[in-house]
């Protein structure tokens, strides 16, 4: 008996260690991290951590001895795989974009000067053909030796006009010999008017000399313009008078004209000479050109002589008055070809 019951104890010790063994081994698999499904990802390994602390654990704390945390079961670590990537880069074409303003170019102001009452005083009027041009200089057709005086100024490269007189409001004034008057018949005004275009040749159209009576008169100054225009000529109306008709006619009739801005010496002192010619400037500057007209006077010389060099840098241009003259754009109402102005 005793020895049976050795034996049964044994075996119960047996079966109880077997169970234990069983209960620990399930006790540890249910500790264990079921597999992750795969998702593709790269995920950190799991780990169980047995601790008997309960205290955070900080970064920077240095890690435990292996007596204080036990790692059952670590999963695989997963190694990360570099895959090389294609990078397309889409080259589209810029938009159309409008291209950026640029500077637009300087406005180009042109002034013209015109020396009136040239040839009677030969010596002020070869200083003003030496003056630096072009300049446009009109002759009085009663000068002595005026064809060699317009040779000289032609050669010098200044532009021409035969110089008219005509009737002026005062009777104290004398214009000259052949002047136009206003109470004459049209074939009287039309056979002195010969007269003075006869007198020298290269002239390109004409201007009045005094005329503050006759160029207000409508009637005599059609009966003028018309022969001007039959020969070619323009017309440039010294407005003596701003009753005068001749830009006006001129126009009506379709000739090519302009008109005088500024009158340079009425008062001929230096300074005074010197202002009006900034205000040639100014109407420049507000209409784009001007027409300065001037007199063989020393003051009005000096001041051109130094006024002259210095326009090109302020942006102005000298040009003979015929490149300011009005073209109009209609045709003349009369029968016939018209000749046209170069």
């Known amino acids: 008996m005793r020895n049976v019951a050795k034996t049964v104890g044994f075996a119960v010790v047996v079966l109880v260690i077997a169970a234990s063994g069983t209960a620990l081994y399930m006790g540890e698999r249910r500790l264990e991290p079921e597999t992750p499904a795969s998702t593709g990802l790269f995920e950190p390994p799991r780990q169980t951590i047995k601790t008997t602390s309960t205290k955070p654990v900080s970064e920077t704390q240095k890690p435990r001895k292996l007596e204080d945390a036990s790692i059952t079961n670590p999963e695989p670590v997963a190694v990360p795989v570099t895959v090389p990537v294609t990078v397309t880069v889409s080259r589209t074409a810029a938009p159309n974009l409008p291209p950026e303003p640029t500077a637009s170019p300087a406005r180009h102001l042109r002034i013209a000067i015109v020396i009136?009452?040239?040839g009677v005083d030969r010596k002020r009027t070869a200083r003003a053909i030496a003056l630096p041009g072009p300049l446009t200089i009109a002759f009085l057709a009663y000068a002595?030796?005026?064809?060699?005086q317009v040779k000289a100024a032609k050669a010098a490269g200044h532009e021409i006009l035969a110089h008219v007189a005509m009737e002026a409001e005062s009777y104290e004034v004398d214009p000259g010999p052949n002047v136009l008057l206003r109470d004459t018949e049209p074939a009287v005004v039309l056979k002195r008017l010969d007269w003075v275009l006869g007198r020298f040749t290269g002239y390109v159209g004409v201007n009045n000399h005094m005329g503050s009576k006759f160029t207000s008169?409508?009637?005599?100054?059609?009966?003028v313009l018309q022969e001007l225009k039959r020969r070619g000529l323009f017309f440039l109306d010294s407005r003596t008078s701003p009753l005068s008709k001749g830009e006006t006619i001129a126009r009506e009739i379709g000739m090519p004209s302009a008109s005088r801005n500024v009158f340079l010496d009425n008062e001929p002192e230096f300074e005074q000479?010197?202002?009006r010619l900034e205000e040639t400037e100014q109407v420049a500057m507000r209409n784009g050109s001007a027409v300065a007209i001037g007199h063989p006077k020393d003051a009005t010389l000096v001041a051109l002589a130094k006024w002259l060099p210095a326009i090109a840098a302020k942006g102005f241009t000298l040009v003979p008055v015929s490149q300011l003259m009005h073209h109009p754009a209609v045709?003349?109402?009369e029968k016939g070809a018209v000749k046209s102005f170069p």
């Open 116 to 118: 009136d009452d040239a």
């Open 144 to 148: 002595g030796n005026v064809s060699s």
């Open 217 to 223: 008169d409508a009637a005599n100054m059609r009966v």
């Open 273 to 275: 000479v010197m202002r």
């Open 331 to 333: 045709t003349f109402a």
